[in-house]
């Protein structure tokens, strides 16, 4: 069956890169081996600690009731409150005592094909620094609060960990056919800005989304952002903005549903059909949409972020 990832694919070394893949050329630093981990996590003094801490303390007041059960569960599971930013050894014995996945410290930006890699074999790289005072509110970076607060108590829910493995596996395929902005708009819409339908309500388990304070709210009840169920063929063709909050988010009915939704189809066919750049502007509505929230894009029309518009 043809489907997202190749199930002939053995990862447990890295697999070599064809020719004709066309990727970001990176220069890896000499002290790093081929999988770019860290030999050591960053060692942080007690002024990052403390801006852990806030961060922590900032995002607590404006989380409950609008993100994801699974992630709040996963944050009480893994005790990611007991204060300072977490030592990844300790952090991934008992992340691998719940669903097999590690924490592994990485530089800033790693090659595509090594994140793949490492999310095939449930390795989550996250980033060695934290943001300082003066970035406080905002950093376009992942930092080591974005990577380990926002991604890793999603990855204590079992379904969403396999389909995050799924996603590594796949990337290999999307290479061979040079559609990784494609997959990477899937990852974007999912894993780092998704919404999920709960009984009570819209809620948020996308890790952009939950590491920032303005836009928990803003993706869950401002009026404008159009909020519109996951479809993966729409998502993969649509542009998204990187540097402001998102004018659509994509909601999911389960985690169950999204991992069928990706892996139970044929990315063959899909990636052959795809253009290599995206077909849908970011706050499009179209005609195969099931649109939950048509939004006014009052923010975006106004300017977004620079323009001081409200993020209403
Ligand atoms: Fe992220």
């Keep these: 069956m043809a489907t997202l990832s190749e199930p002939e694919t053995d990862f447990a070394r890295l697999p070599d890169l064809p020719e004709d893949v066309f990727t ?27 801006i852990w801490n806030d961060l922590f303390a900032r995002q607590m007041k404006v989380l409950p009731g609008r993100a994801a059960s699974a992630f709040m569960a996963g ?3 893994l005790d990611l409150g ?14 691998n005592a719940l669903t097999g996945w590690t924490v592994v410290p990485v530089p800033m930006l790693i090659p595509d094909h090594v994140f793949f890699w490492h ?9 060695n620094f934290i943001r300082t005072r ?11 609060f974005h990577d380990v607060f926002g991604h890793v108590p999603m990855l204590t829910d079992p379904v969403f960990a396999d389909y995050m493995q799924e996603y590594g596996r796949a990337g290999w395929k999307a290479m061979r056919y040079n559609r990784l902005k494609a997959l990477g708009a899937l990852y974007w819409y999912t894993v ?24 928990v709210v803003f993706a869950t009840e401002a009026k404008s952002p159009n909020r519109i169920m996951l479809n993966v063929d729409r998502a993969m063709r649509t542009d998204y903005v990187i540097s402001d909050l998102q004018p659509t988010y994509f909601v999911i009915e389960s985690f169950e549903d999204l991992y069928r939704q990706t892996v139970e189809r044929d990315f063959d066919r899909l990636y052959r059909s795809l253009a290599a750049s995206f077909t849908y502007a970011n706050s ?12 006014s894009q009052e923010y975006h029309l106004r300017g977004g972020r620079g323009s001081n518009a409200e993020p209403i």
Excluded: C
């Excluded at 007991?82 to 992340?95: A, T």
């Excluded at 499009?284 to 939004?295: E, F, L, M, Q």
């Design 192 to 215: 780092e800005f998704g919404l999920l339908e709960e009984t009570d309500g819209i809620k948020a388990y996308g890790a952009g989304i939950l590491s920032g304070p303005t836009e």
């Design 24 to 50: 970001a050329p990176l220069k890896k630093p000499d002290h790093l081996g081929e999988d770019w981990i860290e030999p050591v996590q960053a060692h942080y003094r007690s002024e990052d600690h403390a």
């Design 82 to 95: 007991r204060g300072g930013v977490p030592e990844f050894g300790k952090l991934s014995e008992e992340l």
């Design 119 to 127: 999310l095939a074999n449930r390795r989550f790289p996250a980033g």
């Design 75 to 77: 944050l009480e599971k």
């Design 284 to 295: 499009a509505v179209i005609d195969v949409d099931n649109v939950v929230n048509r939004g």
């Design 134 to 144: 003066e970035t406080f509110d905002y950093i376009q970076e992942p930092d080591v």
